[in-house]
């Protein structure tokens, strides 16, 4: 997922896998992506997803993109 990833167990690696795949479609919302891939709040999501991928889930998304 992103140059900066950090060690994550393996269900985070397949949740970020599936939310990278989500984030690539624009017309799911990342707060969508958030709850589809277990997260209650879109700030965790963004935090831990910051945490793996080096980025922010809007800035993944931006770049996924070009």
Request: no cysteine; net charge positive; proline share 2%.
């Amino acid at each position: 997922m992103g140059r900066h990833a950090v060690n994550a167990s393996g269900l985070d690696r397949a949740r970020f896998i599936k939310a990278g795949q989500l984030l690539k479609k624009r017309t799911v919302s990342i707060a969508d992506v958030s709850r589809q891939v277990g997260y209650g709040h879109i700030s965790t999501f963004s935090k831990a997803f910051r945490q793996i991928a080096g980025i922010s889930p809007s800035e993944y998304r931006k770049l996924s993109g070009r």
